[in-house]
């Protein structure tokens, strides 16, 4: 009777050990586009790749939480948020009042400036309203970069796309004078073959009313803890050196940016 007992009470044990640890290890789903590459791609054979997947899965091992990846398109990817196809967006998404007022963000874990692209032979110059009037500019719908281009560029006609890549296939085609995107997006797309088509006329200083911070991670409104949970792992991670780690896989510099 006495070695019966002590195996229960030794299977209750390691039970109830197993369900504790079940419940510590938590899982998160993470939401992304897959569609912006270098941060977020989707490659042939299915795998999210990229600096934002890199980033949410080194944030995941500082929260010691399990992490899996849904891929959603641009347009849905908030409202997917809020229906609870996932748990956050990391997806290079800017941190704006309007996008504010439907998500809550951690403050930023990058920040880097748009710019404008345009075929080899154009004769555009710069950057402003009057370098663009009279072109038709190609930018990815639902963006700050759209935004930032219909109300700056009101002498253009500014055409949206679903994607960048589809922006960037008309721009090659000739059937776009320019484009308007983040620097770095636009810059690794001119160094493929892809972008032999075209040249960067230069850096727009970002506007910070339709810009933003930088981009954030976006999690249901009210989620405060689950907020601060990340905000402590982006600092974490930019202390103990696994940021640059990631950085430098990427990119020549520090896509952090600035102090804002």
């Not at 569609?35 to 791609?41: E, I, L, Q, R």
């Not at 899996?68 to 748990?87: C, E, N, R, S, Y």
């Not at 956050?88 to 704006?96: F, G, H, K, L, N």
């Amino acid at each position: 009777m006495r070695i019966a007992l002590r195996i229960a009470l030794a299977a209750s044990a390691a039970l109830l050990t197993l369900g504790v640890a079940q419940a510590q290890e938590k899982t998160l789903k993470i939401g992304t586009e897959g569609a912006y590459p270098p941060f977020n791609n989707l490659t042939s054979d299915g795998q999210l790749v990229g600096f934002d997947i890199d980033i949410a899965k080194a944030l995941c091992d500082e929260m010691k939480v399990k992490c899996t990846f849904v891929a959603q398109d641009w347009d849905g990817i908030i409202p997917a948020l809020q229906a609870g196809k996932f748990d956050a967006i990391v997806a290079s998404m800017s941190i704006t009042p309007e996008r504010a007022e439907k998500v809550d963000f951690t403050h930023k874990y990058y920040n880097t400036p748009p710019a404008i692209v345009a075929p080899k032979d154009s004769d555009i110059k710069g950057v402003t309203k009057e370098d663009l009037a009279g072109k038709t500019i190609g930018v990815q719908a639902s963006t700050t970069h759209f935004n930032y281009s219909t109300k700056t560029y009101i002498d253009s006609t500014v055409k949206p796309y679903p994607t960048a890549q589809e922006y960037q296939l008309d721009l090659a085609n000739g059937r776009l004078d320019a484009a308007n995107d983040d620097i770095v997006v636009l810059q690794q797309w001119l160094d493929s073959p892809d972008g032999a088509c075209c040249k960067l006329i230069g850096a727009i200083k970002p506007v910070v009313e339709i810009h933003g911070p930088g981009a954030g991670i976006a999690v249901r409104k009210g989620e405060t803890d689950l907020v601060n949970q990340f905000n402590a792992a982006i600092d974490a991670i930019r202390a103990n050196g696994k940021y640059k780690e990631i950085n430098d896989k990427y990119f020549k510099f520090d896509v952090y940016g600035g102090d804002s």
